[in-house]
Nanobody, 123 residues
């Protein structure tokens, strides 16, 4: 089992930055690819970014490419999502996910989910 706990969400103005963190406990963190997803009110959960076991193989949704950066620190069992240039359309609950790198690609068969952290961007 892997437990994932997100933090770092909040209410910010458009153009601001936030850094989300996801702390993992349980089985070996470095054995899992990690990802971030988000779900806005009334919409389906969508992929945001994923990262490979050692920090390479980063991939982003087109909507966040160039603004968001995913990273991980295997010594701290933590994955991060640095979000710059936030827009109101980035408002959502952001979820951390763990699994094989393939599972973090469509159709997204995720092994473990966090509980989510709210990000609200005002205009």
């Amino acid at each position: 089992q892997v437990q994932l706990v997100e933090s770092g969400g909040g209410l910010v103005q458009a153009g601001a930055s936030l850094r989300l963190s996801c702390a993992a406990s349980g089985r070996t963190f470095s054995s899992y690819a990690m990802g971030w997803f988000r779900q806005a009110p009334g919409k389906e959960r969508e992929f945001v970014a994923r990262i490979g076991l050692s920090g390479g193989a980063r991939y982003y949704a087109d909507s966040v490419k160039g603004r968001f950066t995913i990273s991980r620190d295997n010594a701290k069992n933590t994955v991060y999502l640095q979000m710059n240039g936030l827009k109101p359309e980035d408002t959502a609950v952001y979820y951390c996910a763990a699994g094989s790198y393939g599972s973090l690609s469509p159709p997204y068969v995720i092994d473990y989910w966090g509980q989510g952290t709210q990000v609200t961007v005002s205009s």
